[in-house]
């Protein structure tokens, strides 16, 4: 679709493009394709996950690539970043955030080094935010094949600055598929795939001991911190 267009060329040599690419073709389809219903859905939230997430900005960059864990009870998210697929961005970006203590780390386990920081805003693409509004359901692919058909559900909203507003493709079962956040400077897109539904390494969402009593990081006035922002 026309989205397509704004891809420079020379990203599309890569296996990776070629699926974020499928990603946003799927995502407009749907946008055209969901049916709006007036009932009384409420956001459903994200069981144990582990997987992998994909960040790209519609300008074409990719931003990450790399492995998540996910414990939807204790609100904790560890992100890394795959050093098969560096980009300039994120190369080497390791977080683990805690969104109920509203902090998160920024990891560098090379270099046994941290820096623990505020999070002044708690969003993230795997869970959806209790205020969304329910768009529709949509069915990918076919529903008659077996096999070859998604049915995903579609939550909309705004930003909490409400400079910006997402859109989160989830299934059926919670687990987010895509979520696109519209902000006024750029527009990314998470997708995810290759998800379990458990915590396959617990130890990924423990504080490494170097960490452990490092002080705050003071936050610059102005600045808001989220899993976000980390990528614009
Ligand atoms: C999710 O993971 C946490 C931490 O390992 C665990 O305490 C919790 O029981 C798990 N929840 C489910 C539903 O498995
Ligand atoms: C990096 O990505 C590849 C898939 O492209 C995967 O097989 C590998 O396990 C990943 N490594 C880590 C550390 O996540
Ligand atoms: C990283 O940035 C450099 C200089 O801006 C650019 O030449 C290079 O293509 C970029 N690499 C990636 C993977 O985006
Ligand atoms: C290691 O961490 C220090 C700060 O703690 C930093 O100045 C230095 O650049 C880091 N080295 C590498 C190789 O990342």
Same mark, same amino acid.
């Given at each position: ?17 070629? /699926? %974020? ?8 389809? %749907? ?28 300008? &074409? ?10 414990? @939807?009870?204790? /609100? ?9 697929? $560096?980009?300039?961005?994120?190369? &080497? ?15 560098? @386990? /090379?270099? #046994? ?6 999070? #002044? ?29 998604? /049915? ?6 705004? %930003?909490?600055?409400?400079? &910006? ?27 995810? @795939? ?7 390494? $617990? ?10 009593? #490092? ?18």
């Amino acid at each position: 679709m026309r989205l397509g267009l704004f891809l420079p060329s020379r990203f599309c040599d890569s296996l990776w493009t070629r /699926k %974020m690419y499928a990603a946003i073709t799927l995502f407009v389809f %749907m946008c055209l394709t969901a049916t709006t219903h007036a009932d009384h859905h409420q956001p459903c939230h994200a069981p144990n996950m582990t997987g992998f997430m994909s960040v790209m900005s519609l300008k &074409g960059e990719v931003k990450a690539f790399g492995a998540f864990t996910y414990d @939807s009870m204790g /609100k904790k998210l560890r992100f890394r970043s795959n050093e098969s697929h $560096p980009t300039n961005t994120s190369l &080497g970006l390791d977080l683990l955030m805690f969104f109920d203590e509203g902090i998160f780390y920024e990891i560098d @386990s /090379k270099n #046994q080094s941290c820096e623990k920081k505020t999070l #002044q805003c708690t969003q993230h693409p795997l869970d959806i935010p209790d205020d969304a509004t329910f768009h529709g359901e949509v069915h990918t692919g076919s529903l008659s094949v077996e096999g070859e058909g998604l /049915k995903v559900n579609i939550w909309t909203g705004s %930003m909490p600055d409400t400079k &910006g507003h997402y859109s989160m493709s989830v299934t059926m079962g919670c687990l987010p598929v895509t979520v696109f956040y519209f902000c006024e400077s750029t527009t990314l897109l998470f997708s995810n @795939s290759d998800i379990e539904n458990e915590i396959k390494d $617990p130890d990924l969402l423990v504080v490494p001991s170097y960490c452990v009593g #490092q002080p705050m990081e003071e936050t610059p006035e102005g600045t808001v911190n989220s899993f976000l922002n980390e990528f614009m």
